[in-house]
C-alpha cells in the first residue's frame, strides 16, 4: 500500500463509512482536504484542527458545512480571509441527493458568530450574513441601518415577513438599481406612482440605463395600476414586450386588461398571464403559449405552495400548460396518480422533473432519461431506488465513458461488468469502478495494491471497505 499512500488517503476521505476517529486522524494527512472539509458527518475534533488549516481554500469549504460547532464558528468568523468569512456568512442553501434532489438550509449560527459577522469591516461579508435565512431578527433589524445601502437592502429582503414599513425608507436610501429591485421583490402591495416616478427619473438620468432593465421589469409588476399613471407611463410599459410580461404578472391588473394581454401577439405576454394565481381556469386553459422543452425555467413560484387537493393535483398534471405540469412535478406530495400521469407527458422537461424529484418515479422513466440525458441529475438518477440493473449494464457496455462512470457503481452489476470497467481505458471509469459496493471484500483489499493510483483511491473510498483495513492505511501513514 505504501507506493500510492497518497490515493489512498484521499480516497478514505472522501469513504462515507468512514468512521468518526479515521476521519481526525485524516484532517492532519499530508492531502488535500477540501473534500474533507465538506462532510456532513465531520466531527468537530476534526473541524477544529481544519479550521485552522493553512489552506484558506479547506476552510472556505469549512465554513460552508451546514453544522459547525459554534468553537469552530468563532474561528471562522475572524479568520483573516474575507472569502472565508463570506462564506460563513451567507449560510448557502445545500443539495443531498440519495436518487432525489433535496434543498437543505444549514442550521443558525451561535449569537456570537453573528454578531462578529455583522461587524465584519468587509462589506461584501456583510452583504453575505443579509441573505442567511437563519438570521436572527434583531441582528438583521439593526443591519436596515447598516452603512453599505445595498446590504441593508439586501437585510430586508430576505427578511420574512418583510419589513413592509421601512421599504419606502430603504428605496430612498439606496440608488442601486439591484438593490432595489430586491426591495420590490418584497414589497407587500402596490408600489405607489410616486415612488415609481421617482425611480423613472434616476434610471432615464443614468449613465447606463440598460443596467436598470431589471429593475424597470420589477416596476411594471409592482405597480399600483388602479392608480392614474398617465399615458406616458401607460405607453412605457406596454410598447415593450418584457415590460408588457410584467405588467401582465402584476396583481393589480384590472381584469378587463388581462384577459385583453391573453390575447398578446408576444409569447412571453401570454405565459405571464397564464401564470397569473387566481386566473380563471377556463381563461388559463385557453391560452396559447409555448414554452422551451429543454429549459429549466418557466416554473410558476406559487404552484410549489400552494394547497393542492387530490383533484387539483390531477387538473394540472392534465393541463395544457407545461409550466403547470413542470412545476407540479417538483413537488413531493403527489398521488401516485399524478406522478403517472406526469411520467407519461410529451414533454422531455416534465418527464425529467419527475425522475429528479419524485421517489417513486417509474423504474423504466428513469432508464429512458438517463440513457440520453448528460445533466448533473443523471447520477441521481443511477442512484435512485427504482433504477433498473439491466439498463445500469446496458450504460456500462456504452462507447461513451460518460455513460459507463455514471453505472459503474450500481449495486446491480455483475461481477463481470465490474471487472471490465475496473479495466476500462479511462481514469475516472476505472476510479467509479473500484468504489461498487458489490465487490467482493477479499477483492477490493487486492485493489488497494493495485499499480493505478485512480483504482487505489476509488477501492479506499469504497463504503463497504472494513474499518479495520481503514486503520491500518492510516497506521501506514503514521497518522
Same mark, same amino acid.
Given at each position: 500500500?505504501? +507506493? ?30 477540501? =473534500? ?41 468568523? $475572524?479568520?483573516?480571509?474575507? !472569502? ?21 438550509? @444549514?442550521?443558525?449560527? #451561535? ?15 456583510? !452583504?453575505? *450574513? ?20 445595498? %446590504? ?21 436610501? %439606496?440608488?442601486?438599481?439591484?438593490? +432595489? =429591485? ?14 415609481? !416616478? ?5 434610471? &432615464? ?17 409592482? /405597480? &399600483? ?55 380563471? @381556469? ?17 416554473? /410558476? ?7 393542492? #387537493?387530490?383533484? &387539483? ?11 403547470? !405540469? ?12 399524478? /406522478? ?5 407527458? =410529451? #414533454? ?44 445500469? %449494464? ?10 459507463? /462512470? ?25 476510479? $467509479?469502478?473500484?468504489?461498487? @459496493?458489490?465487490? @467482493? %471484500? ?9 499499480? =493505478? ?9 469504497? +463504503?463497504? *471497505? ?11 501513514? $503514521?497518522?
Amino acid at each position: 500500500m505504501q +507506493r500510492n499512500l497518497g490515493a489512498l488517503l484521499r480516497g478514505l476521505a472522501g469513504n462515507p463509512s468512514a468512521p468518526p476517529e479515521a476521519l481526525v486522524r485524516l484532517a492532519t494527512a499530508d492531502i488535500d482536504r477540501t =473534500e474533507l472539509a465538506r462532510r456532513r458527518d465531520l466531527p468537530v475534533q476534526a473541524a477544529v484542527i481544519l479550521a485552522d488549516d493553512e489552506d484558506a481554500r479547506v476552510r472556505s469549504e469549512l465554513a460552508a458545512h451546514p453544522s459547525l460547532p459554534a468553537e469552530v464558528q468563532i474561528v471562522l468568523a $475572524r479568520d483573516v480571509d474575507a !472569502r472565508v468569512r463570506g462564506r460563513l456568512a451567507e449560510g448557502a442553501a445545500y443539495f443531498t441527493s440519495v436518487g432525489l434532489h433535496a434543498h437543505h438550509l @444549514p442550521g443558525p449560527l #451561535s449569537h456570537e458568530a453573528y454578531e462578529l459577522l455583522a461587524r465584519d469591516p468587509h462589506p461584501r461579508v456583510r !452583504r453575505a *450574513l443579509a441573505f442567511n435565512r437563519r438570521l436572527p431578527d434583531g441582528i438583521r433589524a439593526r443591519m436596515l441601518d447598516d452603512d453599505d445601502a445595498r %446590504t441593508a437592502a439586501i437585510a430586508a429582503a430576505e427578511w420574512n415577513p418583510a419589513p413592509t414599513a421601512r421599504i419606502g425608507e430603504l428605496l430612498s436610501r %439606496t440608488t442601486g438599481a439591484f438593490s +432595489r =429591485e430586491l426591495l420590490l421583490h418584497r414589497l407587500d402591495g402596490p408600489l405607489p406612482i410616486e415612488a415609481v !416616478r421617482g425611480m423613472l427619473a434616476d434610471i &432615464d438620468s443614468s449613465a447606463d440605463p440598460a443596467n436598470s432593465a431589471g429593475l424597470l421589469r420589477q416596476i411594471a409588476a409592482t /405597480v &399600483d395600476l388602479d392608480a392614474d399613471l398617465g399615458a406616458d407611463l401607460t405607453g412605457r410599459f406596454l410598447t415593450d414586450p418584457q415590460l408588457r410580461a410584467a405588467v401582465a404578472a402584476n396583481p393589480t391588473l384590472d381584469p378587463g386588461h388581462v384577459a385583453a394581454l391573453a390575447h398578446d401577439p408576444d409569447n412571453q405576454v401570454r405565459a405571464a398571464v397564464v401564470a397569473r394565481r387566481g386566473l380563471d @381556469p377556463v381563461l388559463r386553459e385557453s391560452v396559447s403559449v409555448e414554452y422551451d422543452d429543454r429549459s429549466s425555467g418557466n416554473t /410558476v413560484a406559487w404552484l410549489l405552495t400552494e394547497d393542492l #387537493s387530490e383533484p &387539483d393535483q390531477l387538473a394540472f398534471a392534465r393541463s395544457r400548460h407545461q409550466a403547470f !405540469r413542470k412545476t407540479l412535478a417538483m413537488r413531493t406530495d403527489l398521488s401516485d396518480e399524478a /406522478v403517472e400521469i406526469l411520467a407519461a407527458d =410529451e #414533454s422531455f422537461a416534465v418527464r425529467l422533473f419527475v425522475c429528479e424529484r419524485q421517489p417513486n418515479a417509474p423504474g423504466r422513466l428513469l432508464a429512458h432519461i438517463a440513457a440520453d440525458w448528460k445533466g448533473y441529475s443523471r447520477w441521481d438518477m443511477l442512484a435512485h431506488k427504482n433504477f433498473p440493473a439491466d439498463a445500469a %449494464t446496458a450504460l456500462a457496455r456504452s462507447d461513451d465513458p460518460r455513460d459507463r /462512470v455514471v453505472a459503474a457503481a450500481h449495486p446491480g452489476l455483475a461481477i463481470d461488468a465490474i471487472e471490465a470497467l475496473l479495466a476500462d481505458g479511462t481514469d475516472y471509469v476505472r476510479r $467509479r469502478a473500484a468504489t461498487n @459496493p458489490s465487490i @467482493p %471484500t477479499d477483492r477490493l483489499i487486492t485493489l488497494l495494491e493495485a499499480d =493505478e493510483s485512480a483504482v487505489v483511491s476509488g477501492a479506499a473510498a469504497n +463504503r463497504t *471497505l472494513p474499518v479495520v483495513t481503514m486503520h491500518q492505511v492510516l497506521d501506514q501513514a $503514521r497518522l
